[in-house]
């Protein structure tokens, strides 16, 4: 079975700076996607280097008047003491997120359910897409819900992508981002209506991947420190690694 890294999870966002040591990634498209604007270490970085290249990205960011600082570290390595302690000193969000993977056809099989509908989304779908999303980005701000607005448009007219809508009763009350590649297919942003959680519609909506694409690995990144990752591994995906990263939002 292949070893699947962080490196075949899709980060939005070009290349500004690339070397042995880290990678520092910038997105003009969308400034407040954190995810999209960080810097990502090679290597663990020892305290003296986290704080001369924080001070570079912070320097960057405010070019753009961007308030943000993310940093990614190593895939499967935890940063250590004196960095960790650094930046929980200084205010930053540490925590780490988990890598998964399934065949197809390992994932626990789904009935069809007569109120839940599942649908890859076209241009005459396209707007139920959109407004379910804003309604779960925009508790992110409105500048970030019209900037993934945009980002949807985009990723839409290109084939990379696949989005899907999920119907309850006739309503749109789950999405999904699919991203296409050669060696795996994955499954993003996956997100239901908290008035339609626990009725089976995340689960409808993999399966959906499943059978859409069975000779694919399936990949997939969950918070390693939130519920749905227990829903993974109940439905039998298998852990891969984790990645720490931190994030401070200054004023």
């Known amino acids: 079975m292949a ?3 962080f490196n075949h999870i899709e980060t939005i966002g070009h290349i500004t700076e690339d070397n042995d040591f880290y990678r520092q990634y910038h997105y003009p498209e969308m400034l407040i996607r954190y995810d999209s604007n960080f810097i990502e270490f090679k290597q663990m970085p020892t305290l003296v280097q986290l704080k001369e290249l924080e001070q570079n990205m912070r320097e960057f960011h405010r070019q753009y008047n961007q308030r943000h600082l993310k940093f990614e570290f190593p895939d499967n390595q935890k940063p250590v003491f004196d960095v960790m302690n650094y930046l929980k000193e200084n205010k930053y969000d540490v925590g780490f997120l988990e890598l998964y993977s399934i065949e197809p056809d390992q994932f626990p099989r789904v009935e069809n359910h007569p109120d839940i509908e599942v649908k890859e989304v076209t241009d005459e779908l396209f707007n139920d897409f959109i407004k379910l999303q804003y309604k779960q980005d925009i508790e992110n701000g409105e500048e970030f819900a019209k900037g993934k607005i945009q980002l949807n448009e ?3 007219k290109d084939d990379q992508y696949m989005k899907v809508v999920a119907y309850y009763k006739g309503k749109p009350a789950g999405t999904m981002n699919v991203i ?3 060696q795996t297919v994955e499954i993003d942003d996956l997100a239901v209506l908290e008035e339609h959680q626990r009725k ?3 689960s409808r909506l993999q399966r ?3 059978d859409r694409f069975p000779e694919s690995t ?3 990144v969950a918070d390693g420190e939130d519920t749905p990752r227990e829903m993974y591994q109940k439905q039998g995906y298998q852990y891969q690694g984790f990645k720490y990263e931190a994030l401070k939002i200054e004023k």
Request: no cysteine; charged share 15%.
């Open 154 to 156: 985009r990723q839409h």
């Open 208 to 210: 959906f991947v499943m």
């Open 3 to 5: 070893k699947w890294t």
């Open 180 to 182: 296409l590649s050669e």
């Open 200 to 202: 089976g519609i995340g």
């Open 218 to 220: 399936i990949i997939l």
